[in-house]
């Protein structure tokens, strides 16, 4: 009886191992790629903030080096992503009584092309966009242009991850 019961317990222990073994806790599939070559995404937007582009392409590569085990090359990368900012624009978004604004919108685009050279269907050129809202009568300097862009660029490199290897 003993040795149903370990050859059991052995049994489920193997199969659940195995399962899990195929499962990806970040939801990112990277096939066979082994490498990844992200490039510096310049800042074409009409409006430029000095910091962006490297933020956004360092957040990128941040991303992408926890969440999967591809090694990072400057050249001939398996998964090779490319682009620039295209937009980066400041809106009213509410008025108040006065015909002011009460509130305030920062948006940034970006426009990214993504090559796997393994899997060529899965190639593509998008725009990603998003935007946090502010108070109209802050100056988006300082702390309230670092929470804007920590939340715009976090959102945006997250939708770059899941339209590549996520697949979502």
Do not use: H
Request: proline share 2%; aromatic share 12%; with cysteine.
């Amino acid at each position: 009886m003993k040795k149903i019961f370990y050859f059991l317990s052995f049994l489920v222990s193997i199969t659940i191992v195995t399962a899990c073994g195929a499962y990806s806790f970040t939801g990112g599939s990277t096939g066979d790629a082994k490498t990844i070559q992200i490039d510096f995404f310049p800042n074409q937007a009409s409006l430029v903030e000095p910091t962006l582009s490297q933020r956004f392409t360092q957040d990128l590569l941040d991303l992408f080096t926890r969440q999967t085990n591809l090694t990072t090359v400057s050249a001939n990368g398996d998964l090779y992503f490319s682009g620039e900012i295209t937009g980066y624009r400041i809106n009213p978004m509410s008025a108040t009584s006065q015909q002011t604004a009460a509130q305030n919108r920062l948006t940034v685009t970006v426009n990214v092309r993504y090559a796997n050279k393994l899997i060529e269907k899965d190639d593509f050129e998008k725009q990603f966009s998003f935007y946090s809202d502010f108070a109209a009568d802050a100056q988006l300097s300082g702390s309230v242009l670092e929470a804007a862009l920590d939340e715009i660029l976090e959102r945006i490199t997250q939708d770059v991850f899941n339209a590549s290897v996520a697949k979502w």
